[in-house]
């Protein structure tokens, strides 16, 4: 198993720029999760999604960032426009259903300058 | 709202002692708390789960306790050694969350020395 895939690894923009970070879950894994790591705030949810439906989104900063899940092996979130302030490691990660282990990907480090 | 403390940002101990890490949480009791291990530029590894109703789990040289009486769960690592070095988490539940959310403490990196 190739486990959970993000790209890009790394993501160097100016302020104003729109970016998009990408994830492919687990195969048969249906819950989706994006992370924001900080060394001030630490690991802090985004959105949640459980068989591709948004469930919990309430720990989206603002309207300058959406999360799609358009099926089950593919979600994006994009931030548009960027700002300094949104310069964080971020992380996918997916369950199974039932189950409350999580696994993450080994995240998207985001500069915006 | 609630709260997740890890008390200690580092901890450094000498390969071969036991690391004892803590979590400490507030304001409602969860089903269940869980512990993960972080790497640099590496996204958290899960390790452990422990529920309620389970006052100890061991895995291989792993131990959690979950005393809901105190709302602390600690985490203890025996013979350790210097691969054992990482940031570890502790993560549990949010009150009223859906299943599989979780809210993450800010970790505490151990240091083994040879």
């Known amino acids: 198993d190739a486990g959970v895939i993000q790209s890009p690894r790394h993501e160097v923009t100016e302020m104003g720029q729109e970016v998009t970070l990408r994830c492919k879950p687990i195969?048969?894994?249906?819950?989706l999760f994006w992370y924001r790591q900080t060394m001030m705030r630490g690991l802090e949810l985004l959105i949640y999604f459980n068989n591709n439906v948004p469930i919990d989104d309430s720990g989206m900063p603002e309207d300058r960032f959406s999360a799609k899940m358009p099926n089950a092996s593919f979600s994006t979130l994009k931030i548009q426009p960027s700002e300094p302030r949104d310069s964080a490691v971020y992380f996918c990660?997916?369950?199974?259903?039932?189950?409350?282990?999580?696994?993450f990907g080994p995240g998207t480090r985001l500069t915006v300058t | 709202s609630q709260k997740i403390e890890q008390n200690s940002e580092a901890l450094n101990i000498q390969e071969g002692k036991t690391a004892t890490l803590t979590c400490n949480y507030t304001n409602y009791s969860p089903a269940y708390l869980q512990w993960y291990r972080q790497d640099p530029g590496r996204g958290p590894v899960f390790l452990l789960l422990?529920?309620?109703?389970?006052k100890e789990k061991r895995k291989e040289r792993l131990k959690v306790t979950f005393d809901t009486t105190l709302k602390q769960s600690l985490f203890h690592i025996t013979a350790s050694q210097p691969a054992d070095s990482a940031t570890y988490l502790c993560a549990l539940p949010p009150y009223g969350g859906s299943q599989g959310n979780l809210i993450f403490g800010k970790g505490t990196k151990l240091s083994v020395k040879p």
């Open positions: 990660a997916s369950s199974f259903e039932g189950a409350y282990e999580q696994y």
């Open positions: 195969s048969g894994h249906n819950s």
């Open positions: 422990i529920r309620e109703n389970e």
